[in-house]
């Protein structure tokens, strides 16, 4: 399998889940340039990542890729199975943060993308960050007496949390503040697939002790 990625992106998340996986992979990291060209826009042609090839299939959106894995690799322990219990709640939480949460942030990356006013980005990235302090406040409240987002064991939801949370510590009321969701954070920031992941990107994990 190979994973087209970026650092920093959620992406990441597809990263450490095929890291969690054992399975052999390869990763090729783009940039701007790399994701407009002609060649990735023939497997992606939002332009965009993540894109994961598997037996020159490409497969495209992140919470589509984390549950091929998750259903590929069922000895992995990348989820709940299909007729387990807990398998809806991994529905709920991909697809919450894939259609809410993620772009909840758009808005604070992209203010442009968002207003014709040329004065009003700082406005936009307001209305961005009340929308990211929901979302989270949600998550948060979900997480209270747990250490997981689905049932007793880590799973690929916990590892696209993981990459979106990180954009949260630069806000003004950033992650840190959310004591479950920081919780979840550092327990990732200290697995070794994690680690190996952010050493791959040249990157470090957001989360620190407070």
Known sequence: MKLY???????TAMHIALEWAGAPYEVEHLDFQGMKSPEYLKLNPAGVVPTLVDAGTPIVEGAAILL???DKLPQAGLGPQPGDADRQELYRWLVFLSGTLHPYFWPHFMPMRFT??????DAVREASHQLVAKAFTII??????????VGEERSVADAFL?????????LAKP???YRNIHALM???SNDPAVLKVHAAQGTSPKAVAA
């Open 5 to 11: 990625s970026a650092p920093g992106t959620c992406a």
């Open 68 to 70: 091929y894995l998750t």
């Open 116 to 121: 014709t006013d040329e004065n009003g980005h």
């Open 140 to 149: 948060d409240d979900h997480l209270e007496g747990r250490t997981w987002l």
């Open 162 to 170: 993981y990459a979106m949370a990180s954009w949260g510590y630069g």
């Open 175 to 177: 992650t840190g503040e």
């Open 186 to 188: 550092m327990r990732l």
